[in-house]
């Protein structure tokens, strides 16, 4: 299916500045010299990661956990942010390292950061994470996760130098409102994407109770 879209010249990049602190170790602050359509120029400031060597910089994943006789739930993390000061409610992610695929990292970062062992099922192409600010991407993968699996039997993070979490097993059914109620119960934040899939389940939901409220 094509859906017609209006020409629209994008602006012309006209050149880099890098003006990152000499001390930066992780990031840069780049500045982007463009000029839109009718001549008027213009700086783009923006963060690009120093590991960045390829289109994507990252993956999340979405590891839905199954048990006889319960609920499917999906396994989130609640991570210390330096820049919030506080936890925020996020899908387990990791950097993509030179070397390692998508789906290498996908499945390692889900048994460091929540010590289960998952099958992944597929992973999507790379998407911006925050796109007026950085030119950062992430690929999202889905993983299930038997938890009558033996080495699923004792899970233990192995958390990295700077990473602060714990570990919480969320019931799919109702996400949206659990993760309010953990946000409104120990004043967390909650990651956009997570929140964005949650509230989408919600909506997904409603349609399919209702189809004449889509139309």
């Given amino acids: 299916m094509s859906f017609p879209v209006s020409a629209v010249a994008a602006p012309q990049v006209l050149g880099c500045e890098d003006h990152s602190p000499t001390t930066a170790k992780w990031l ?3 500045v982007l010299k463009c000029k839109d359509e009718s001549g008027r120029e213009y700086n783009w400031e923006y963060v690009e990661r120093v590991t960045k060597y390829r289109e994507t ?3 999340a994943v979405f590891a839905r956990v199954v048990a006889k006789d319960q609920p499917d739930r999906l396994l989130v993390i609640a991570q210390w942010r ?4 506080t936890f925020v409610l996020e899908l387990p992610a990791g950097i993509i390292e030179k070397g390692e695929t998508i789906e290498q990292v996908a499945v390692r970062e889900l048994q460091e950061e929540t010590g289960y062992t998952g099958v ?4 999507t192409p790379e998407a911006p994470n925050d796109q007026g600010l950085t030119n950062s991407c992430l690929n999202f993968g889905f993983a299930t996760v038997d938890a009558a699996a033996p080495e699923n039997a004792n899970p233990q993070p192995s958390p990295e130098l700077g990473e602060t979490l714990q570990v919480l097993l969320l019931p799919i059914k109702g996400l949206a ?3 309010l109620q953990l946000k409104a119960q120990h004043s967390w934040a909650i990651d956009s994407r997570l929140l964005a899939f949650a509230l989408g ?3 997904a939901a409603s ?6 409220s889509s139309n």
Avoid: F, M, Q, W
Avoid at 120 to 123: G, K, Q, S, W
């Fill in 207 to 212: 349609i399919s109770s209702n189809p004449a």
């Fill in 177 to 179: 409102g659990t993760l």
């Fill in 57 to 59: 910089d990252g993956v």
């Fill in 28 to 30: 840069k602050l780049l």
């Fill in 201 to 203: 389940l919600d909506y």
């Fill in 120 to 123: 992944l099922e597929r992973v």
């Fill in 82 to 85: 330096a820049p919030l000061d």
